[in-house]
């Protein structure tokens, strides 16, 4: 049976109840109403472009964050321009679309991607800065996963999980992408130094310390 969220928070609870001081809320992170200052290590992981104006949720959980503590935090990164542009374009479209739909568009983009991923072919793309394109090697539905759209394929995860993976990228109707200076920038921002970076083609994943 699939669990929701909400769920998940009760099965974690009952499942660690016999740990004295581990709590499990669910709530907004947008607006905790959690103290100043008072966790040493917050971390949020995957969410915080969910939310509406994650520039001000990421102001929240710093504040939360205790002198000498850290704040650990990932953000999906931005793509190529046509990438970007459909990302966008879909993000506000998506309100008016239903699950159903948003079901049936997945298939079609898990079908898309393991047709491409079929096809074997492998092609060297010039570097083309302009449109954010880089240039290499590439596997074909590698080349238009990253550059044009997400049609996710991956033969280990089967085709449910792909599917998955493809509803979770384009149902939610927010899902702000950064640069990696808007990501550091927002740390400048809060006055947070940076303890530990990662940065991967999908995403950028950091530990930000208060001083
Ligand atoms: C991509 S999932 C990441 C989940 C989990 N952190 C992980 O890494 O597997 C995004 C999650 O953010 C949650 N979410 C979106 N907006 C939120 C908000 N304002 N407050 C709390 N959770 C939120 C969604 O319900 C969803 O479960």
């Excluded at 710093?62 to 190529?80: H, L, R």
């Excluded at 568009?105 to 079929?118: A, F, M, P, R, V």
């Excluded at 394109?133 to 995860?157: P, T, V």
Aim: aromatic share 16%.
């Amino acid at each position: 049976m699939a669990l929701n969220y909400g769920e998940l928070t009760y099965v974690a609870a009952s499942r660690f109840k016999d740990v004295e001081n581990l709590f499990f809320f669910k709530g907004d992170i947008a607006s905790t109403g959690i103290k100043e200052g008072v966790i040493d290590f917050t971390v949020c992981d995957q969410v915080i472009m969910h939310t509406e104006i994650p520039e001000k949720t990421f102001e929240h959980l710093s504040s939360i964050t205790s002198f000498k503590g850290e704040f650990a935090c990932y953000v999906y990164s931005k793509k190529a321009l046509p990438r970007e542009l459909v990302d966008d374009y879909f993000r506000k479209a998506t309100h008016d679309i239903s699950a159903e739909k948003m079901w049936e568009l997945s298939e079609q983009l898990t079908i898309l991607g393991k047709n491409l991923s079929d096809l074997k072919v492998s092609f060297t793309c010039p570097n083309i800065p302009l449109l954010g394109i880089k240039g290499g090697d590439y596997d074909i539905q590698r080349f238009i996963y990253w550059n044009f759209l997400k049609c996710f394929w991956k033969e280990d995860w089967g085709f449910d999980l792909s599917k998955s993976t493809n509803f979770d990228w384009y149902a939610p109707s927010n899902a702000k992408r950064f640069s990696k200076d808007e990501f550091l920038s927002m740390a400048n921002d809060n006055k947070l130094i940076v303890a530990f970076l990662h940065e991967e083609e999908a995403c950028y994943s950091a530990r930000f310390s208060k001083q």
